[in-house]
């Protein structure tokens, strides 16, 4: 069985450009979750989608974030335009809706220059 | 809210050996999930270990078990036999009812061959 997948891996951009990270949850998981890590610390939920509904945004800075999951299975996290702070690994999982258990990707590591 | 604290920032251990990484948290709720992850330079979380904070018998799993103590809100994770393989960043975690993970700052753990 296919794990999460994300991509890119990696990403450089300059300060003021767009960037977009990709995530393709595991089949059958309604439950997708995007988080922010910043070196040398736990992930930071970003956002929580039930199928193609947000329904936990409240800690998405919504004046340069933005997040879509079309038809409830791939989603797409948008920073418009990055910031420096931005650096940082976006992570994302996937669950079984009520399950417990997250299954991470391998996440994507951002460097704004 | 509820907040995680991981006290120590590097653990080091000799192959073979048990080593002990500790947590604590905080949680007004009365239901609740605790987990470890491990997170190895690839990036991805990987599940070790689940406890049910409504279950008295600590987690097991294999070389991993946890010391649950409720009252404390303690949840420490000990590793037997430890192994090179599992050279990586601890994290606790708290799942309420938000379904909203929260996690501590992560415990670095390097295996001496």
């Known amino acids: 069985e296919a794990g999460v997948v994300q991509s890119p891996r990696y990403k450089i951009i300059e300060k003021k450009q767009p960037v977009a990270f990709w995530c393709n949850p595991i089949s059958g998981h309604n439950t997708l979750y995007w988080y922010l890590q910043n070196l040398g610390q736990g992930p930071e939920l970003l956002i929580r989608y039930e199928n193609e509904e947000a329904v936990d945004d409240s800690q998405l800075p919504k004046d340069r974030f933005s997040a879509e999951r079309l038809k409830g299975v791939d989603s797409t996290l948008k920073i418009q335009p990055a910031e420096l702070g931005d650096s940082a690994v976006y992570l994302c999982?996937?669950?079984?809706?009520?399950?417990?258990?997250?299954?991470f990707g391998q996440g994507t590591r951002l460097t704004v220059v | 809210a509820q907040t995680v604290t991981q006290s120590q920032p590097e653990m080091s251990v000799q192959e073979a050996e048990t080593v002990t990484l500790s947590c604590t948290y905080d949680t007004s709720e009365s239901d609740y999930y605790l987990f470890w992850y491990k997170q190895p330079p690839s990036r991805q979380m990987i599940l070790v270990i689940r406890?049910?904070?409504?279950k008295q018998q600590n987690a097991t799993e294999n070389r991993f078990s946890v010391n649950f103590q409720k009252a404390a809100k303690s949840f420490s994770l000990k590793i037997s036999d430890s192994q090179l393989g599992d050279a990586a960043m601890y994290f606790c975690?708290?799942?309420?009812?938000?379904?909203?993970?929260?996690w501590g700052a992560g415990t670095k753990l390097i295996i001496k061959p």
């Open positions: 999982a996937s669950s079984l809706q009520g399950s417990t258990e997250a299954f």
């Open positions: 975690a708290v799942l309420g009812s938000n379904y909203q993970l929260i």
């Open positions: 406890q049910e904070a409504y």
